[in-house]
């Protein structure tokens, strides 16, 4: 996935952000297979298990009965036909996770050749905030970021100053 870019000044934010709001002796639940940031975190102290795999979307066993402090999910929930299922069975109290915001000036990513690597959402901040509601979540949290491209052009230019990334600590209602 990141054979020719990979997204230190995100996982640096979010690093940040995890560490403001959450114990460096909680145990997480990230939703996704082990990845790149999964070995930050666990460089970071926390306790770290992931998903494997399965589809999130059929099967929410995975965030049922676990004996968990949070649930993370980064750049997950845009993947999914139906996120509200996963967010309402997730037993822990605690979320934090991030997604790609809708950006006028670009379509949604569409993997030609990974079909799990599809956003079938990209939301506005105000849509993931009223999903999170609707789930049983309340927003404690949040923080917008750019993510600038080393590319000369127009929308390389509106990437500068157009937040892409959403971040969020939520708390079970």
């Known amino acids: 996935m990141y054979e020719k ?8 934010i979010t690093a940040r ?15 996704g297979v082990e990845n790149p940031f999964s070995e930050i ?3 970071e102290g926390y306790s770290v298990q992931n998903t494997s795999g399965e589809d999130l979307d059929l ?3 995975a965030v049922k009965n676990t004996t968990v402090d949070a649930v993370t999910a980064f750049e997950i929930f845009e993947h999914l036909l139906a996120p509200f299922n996963v967010l309402k069975a997730i037993e822990a109290d605690k979320l934090v996770a991030s997604i790609p915001l809708k950006l006028w000036f ?5 993997s030609k050749t990974d079909a799990w690597d599809r956003h079938y959402h990209e939301f506005e901040d105000w849509q993931f905030d009223w999903l999170l ?12 970021f750019t993510h600038p491209v080393k590319k000369i052009g127009f929308r390389p230019l509106l990437r500068l100053f157009t937040p892409r990334y959403y971040l969020i600590y939520a708390e079970r209602k």
């Open 133 to 144: 509601e609707k789930s049983g979540w309340e927003i404690k949290k949040r923080e917008k």
């Open 5 to 12: 870019t990979f997204p230190n000044k995100r996982y640096a």
């Open 17 to 31: 952000f995890l560490k403001e709001v959450l114990p460096k002796e909680a145990k997480i639940l990230d939703l």
């Open 106 to 110: 670009s379509p949604a990513y569409q």
């Open 41 to 43: 975190m666990k460089t």
């Open 59 to 61: 099967d929410t066993t």
